[in-house]
């Protein structure tokens, strides 16, 4: 089993920046392709960036290209979203998601199996 704890967050303002962690246990994340994704109030879970397990190849949703950067820590078990020039549209419950199956955290047709809780931020214009 793999355990996902997200953190950051809170109210910011439109071309704010902000970073979230992801905390992962249960597993050594090397051997686990990386994602976050976000759900806007009513709206569908949607794919917002992903990592592959060495953190080489990086993949973005193109809502997302340009202002947010995915890393990975594997030493420390962390996975980050770098998200800069904020929007209001960016506004969502942002989790935290990992899989063995690179297509799973990429936007893929399968979503990933392991899921964090969730942390949700807004941006005000």
């Known amino acids: 089993q793999v355990q996902l704890v997200e953190s950051g967050g809170g109210l910011l303002q439109a071309g704010d920046s902000l970073r979230l962690s992801c905390a992962a246990s249960?597993?050594?994340?090397?051997?686990?392709?990386l994602g976050w994704f976000r759900q806007a109030p009513g709206k569908e879970r949607e794919f917002v960036a992903g990592?592959?397990?060495?953190?080489?190849?990086?993949y973005y949703a193109n809502s997302v290209k340009g202002r947010f950067t995915i890393s990975r820590d594997n030493a420390k078990n962390m996975v980050y979203l770098q998200m800069n020039s904020l929007k209001p549209e960016d506004t969502a419950i942002y989790y935290c998601?990992?899989?063995?199956?690179?297509?799973?955290?990429?936007?893929?047709?399968?979503?990933?199996?392991?899921w964090g809780q969730g942390t949700q931020f807004t941006v005000s214009s």
């Open positions: 249960g597993r050594a994340i090397r051997l686990l392709n």
């Open positions: 990592t592959s397990k060495s953190g080489v190849f990086t």
């Open positions: 998601a990992a899989d063995d199956d690179v297509r799973a955290v990429t936007g893929g047709t399968s979503l990933p199996d392991y």
